[in-house]
């Protein structure tokens, strides 16, 4: 059974920083590109950013310079460091590991971004 969960959310104030994880279990880790997406509420969700089995990175438009991927292949892990936080990045988290034909998602994680 797979699965991918994702923690490290909360609120945190503008300026401040977050480190999401999200594990994920029942697959082989490293072959699986994984990617951070998120969706705020009346919106589409977005790329955030994604990291591939080979470790390339890319990111979405609102995470560059500010946002870094990484991921812990020993630990089934992939990270994302979230600095410089804004209200508008104020969404539910997810993380997604896909691979041709097969693609999981985890349940998110909210990130609140306020004062």
């Known amino acids: 059974q797979v699965q991918v969960v994702e923690s490290g959310g909360g609120l945190v104030q503008p300026g401040g920083s977050l480190r999401l994880s999200c594990a994920a279990s029942g697959i082989i880790f490293s072959t699986f590109n994984m990617g951070w997406y998120r969706q705020a509420p009346g919106k589409q969700r977005e790329l955030v950013a994604r990291v591939t089995s080979s470790g390339m990175t890319n990111y979405g438009d609102s995470a560059k310079g500010r946002f870094s991927i990484s991921r812990d292949n020993a630990k089934n892990t992939v990270y994302l460091q979230m600095n410089s936080l804004k209200p508008e990045d104020t969404a539910v988290y997810y993380c997604?590991?896909?691979?041709?034909?097969?693609?999981?998602w985890g349940q998110g994680t909210q990130v609140t971004v306020s004062s």
């Open positions: 997604n590991a896909y691979r041709i034909n097969q693609d999981y």
